[in-house]
């Protein structure tokens, strides 16, 4: 996709003319102006419906050659058609480039990064012709080679904005809930002073000394009452911007992983550890001998035609290997030299002798 | 190394049962003190405590001579001790023939009773009752469960609670390692490399074969051969005896890595495509696994545990069975053995219901009189001992350890305390 140099777009002088049927905005009171992001060129919706409702067809500009389909219009955000193309740019720039600063080793290397990206988009908007074709090919390049990381990268900020969108809604219900509290206590809190000036006028009624004092008293309460009810909710909200700021920590962790220079080494996921090996790793690969065709026993000869055990499924081979296994295994073991050696401490012999299973493990671990 | 070996290295034959000659004589050894000084300590205190203790003295009751006598007997020494074992191995061997029981059973069960009396002096608990517990707990290891009553039967005895009272202790004294690795089928695996190979008579291996089982069946089990060697190694000795050039053939065809510039031209075999082939790179490890000095470290080894196997060859069965031999040098040991035997633990069945009593009364008596409380508080001290249920038994061994904690390490149980 390359687009006509920026020159040639029309500045709308005349917001009310169309440029094409030249109908003002007098005669028509709901005209609107729609622009295609081919070549940015603003017409009318009348004449955009006129000439394309039929398929695609050439811009009606003069000297412009693009063509242009119905679908591609779309009305301009700003007045200024320039701006609006170098926005597109940039979104679509933004959309392919898409690294955050957590995916570089250094903070230069993300500089350098925002620096190479921000020529590119310049090159795109306000480039020569070649600059422009050369900023497209490796804006191509870049999105082709890097498809997968693109996708993660975008879903990633995706979830992260979710998240930061659930976190705000949270927080405004979290609001939400403090001035409802804070409503319902007002409340309470003015129905105890009613309460208490009853009691207060009830005790003076009554004639009972000291009723001041006790007025007083209940004033206290009430205060105790609110700072408790304030220390609480300090705790609560203490907790409340902990859990938010784990989770937006968690959410910074999310966003990231990909390559460019200076990129980070990929959080690479462990390993693929293979399936469960129940033996250890251990080689079943025989290093003496062969298991190969023509190993037979005159004793298992007689057995290959029986039914009661060819039926049963019995495998002669099994037996084979077995019995070729066990004439080799140990061949080279040679258990004095080892278990000599194992103890070269004789010392580990006593101590196997008193400590037992323990000791011998230790044993085996010299072995 | 090689990886038959690695694998080999995980077995509990290897990891708890194989030792050098010098560590195996050094553990009976100790085996031997410990339980002199036991058994001395056991006879000096019954006279004493003839009336207090209950489960004791009816133990003793069985073995009047070894209460009466004040003096201490003359023990067994360890090697004596060992040539008793052997005897009653070869007992096991020939009740496991009478029972018709499979070779593999037979010598699973001696290979349990020959382990059990490692860490066990035979003058603690009696062999003849062992093996058949052995060869009990060798059928249901090698997986062919026998009712007990007509495994009883079979030994001509009527309490199946003798067999039983003994399970667990030998199960205790294999440290509940119960696999044991045989060279039976490693046998087949050798003749049939051998077999595959084109310039071998079939009437030879045949009869090589015959006769190294026959080897197997006998010489190793009564031999210390199953602590010394691997099955492999007893294998190729069997065949050794049985047929030198065999042996040898497969051992040179097995190890036939010829380092490229140093080694002379051993003869490769014909049959052997594969493995040569591979280029250098491995071909250090290689020398290590199948080169000449593997090879000659193998043979050496194989040759050692062949001299060991041609000193009880099969046809040394009729010696142990001979009259002459037995009146000779048996008779005596038994005798001295019934002398010197452990009062507490001889007999199985009393020792079994005194424990189970013990543990009763202990979990009777959690609220009990102060003395019991002293007892309990002693007991806690083990209270790890319980992980299997028969904490107790242990305990008046424990005890009199503890008593003489300076005499240290010598009386300590070879394995240690309980798992």
């Known amino acids: 996709m390359s687009r006509k140099p920026a020159s040639a777009l029309p500045t709308i002088s005349t917001e009310d003319m169309c440029p094409v049927c030249k109908t003002i905005r007098y005669l028509n009171k709901d005209m609107e102006f729609l622009i295609n992001p081919e070549c940015y060129h603003s017409m009318c919706s009348n004449c955009v419906n006129r000439l394309f409702n039929d398929g695609p067809n050439q811009c009606p500009y003069a000297g412009c050659h693009r063509t242009l389909r119905r679908r591609g219009f779309r009305s301009a955000f700003f007045g200024d058609l320039s701006v609006e193309r170098e926005v597109d740019i940039r979104r679509r720039v933004a959309a392919v480039f898409n690294q955050a600063e957590d995916d570089f080793e250094t903070l230069r290397d993300f500089n350098n990064y925002l620096q190479m990206v921000e020529d590119l988009t310049f090159d795109l908007v306000s480039g020569s012709d070649a600059e422009r074709r050369a900023a497209e090919a490796t804006l191509q390049q870049w999105e082709a080679e890097h498809k997968a990381d693109i996708e993660r990268n975008r879903r990633a900020g995706k979830e992260a904005d979710e998240q930061s969108r659930r976190r705000l809604a949270a927080e405004r219900e979290a609001a939400r809930q403090r001035r409802v509290e804070a409503l319902r206590e007002a409340e309470e809190e003015k129905l105890e002073r009613v309460r208490n000036r009853e009691a207060e006028l009830d005790s003076l009624a009554q004639g009972q000394t000291g009723g001041v004092g006790g007025g007083g008293g209940a004033q206290r309460v009430q205060l105790k009452r609110r700072g408790h009810a304030a220390a609480a909710r300090a705790v609560e909200a203490a907790v409340n911007t902990a859990a938010s700021a784990a989770a937006a920590s968690s959410a910074a962790a999310d966003v990231g992983r990909l390559s460019i220079r200076g990129l980070k080494e990929k959080k690479k996921p462990p390993p693929p550890e293979g399936p469960y090996d129940p033996f250890g790793g251990m080689d079943f690969v025989p290093s003496r001998y062969k298991v190969h065709e023509g190993l037979t026993h005159p004793a298992i000869e007689k057995y290959k035609g029986d039914p009661g055990h060819v039926t049963g499924g019995y495998n002669f081979d099994e037996y084979t290997t077995r019995a070729m296994f066990e004439a080799f295994a140990g061949l080279g073991v040679f258990i004095e030299d080892e278990k000599e050696a194992g103890i070269g401490l004789s010392a580990g012999e006593v101590a196997s002798m008193s400590a037992g299973i323990a000791a011998v493990g230790d044993r085996m671990e010299v072995d | ?419």
């Open chain 2, 1 to 419: 190394m090689a990886t038959e070996d690695a694998r080999y290295r995980q077995t509990s034959q290897f990891q708890l049962w194989s030792f050098s000659p010098t560590q195996l004589s050094a553990m009976r050894e100790k085996t031997n003190t410990a339980a002199r000084t036991r058994i001395a300590e056991r006879l000096a205190s019954l006279p004493n405590s003839n009336n207090t203790s209950a489960p004791t003295s009816n133990a003793n009751t069985p073995d009047p001579d070894g209460a009466s006598t004040p003096a201490l007997p003359v023990f067994l020494t360890a090697p004596e001790e060992a040539q008793l074992v052997t005897f009653f191995t070869s007992e096991l061997l020939r009740a496991g023939d009478h029972a018709e029981m499979t070779d593999e059973i037979k010598a699973t069960a001696a290979a349990f009773f020959r382990r059990f009396y490692v860490t066990n002096s035979i003058m603690t608990y009696p062999p003849q009752e062992m093996l058949i517990v052995a060869l009990f707990f060798g059928c249901k290891a090698e997986g062919s469960f026998v009712s007990i009553t007509d495994f009883v039967k079979t030994f001509g005895r009527d309490n199946p609670e003798e067999i039983l009272a003994g399970e667990f202790l030998l199960c205790q004294g294999l440290r509940f390692a119960i696999d044991v690795k045989h060279p039976f089928r490693a046998l087949r695996g050798a003749l049939m490399e051998l077999a595959s190979l084109p310039d071998i008579d079939r009437a030879r291996l045949g009869a090589a074969e015959t006769r190294a089982r026959e080897i197997l069946r006998f010489s190793p089990l009564i031999t210390d051969a199953y602590f010394h060697y691997t099955p492999s190694q007893i294998m190729m000795a069997a065949l050794s005896l049985a047929d030198r050039g065999l042996a040898e053939r497969l051992i040179t065809q097995t190890f036939h890595h010829i380092a490229p510039p140093t080694d002379s031209g051993a003869d490769t075999p014909a049959a052997d495509g594969g493995p040569l082939k591979e280029s250098a790179p491995r071909s250090e490890d290689k020398a290590q696994i199948i080169g000449s000095v593997a090879r000659d470290k193998v043979l050496g080894t194989i040759e050692a545990c062949r001299d060991l196997l041609s000193r009880e060859l099969p046809e040394r069965r009729e010696h142990w069975t001979n009259r002459a031999v037995i009146k000779a040098q048996i008779t005596p040991l038994r005798k001295k053995l019934n002398k010197c035997r452990d009062p507490e633990r001889w007999n199985l069945v009393e020792l079994q219901r005194a424990r189970r009593e013990q543990a009763a009364k202990k979990s009777d008596s959690e609220d009990g009189d102060p003395d019991d409380r002293a007892d309990k508080a002693n007991n806690d001290n083990n209270s790890d001992a319980a992980v299997f249920g028969d904490a107790l038994p242990r305990d008046p061994k424990r005890r009199r350890v503890l008593g003489e904690g300076q005499k240290g390490k010598g009386l300590d149980d070879p394995f240690g305390g309980p798992l």
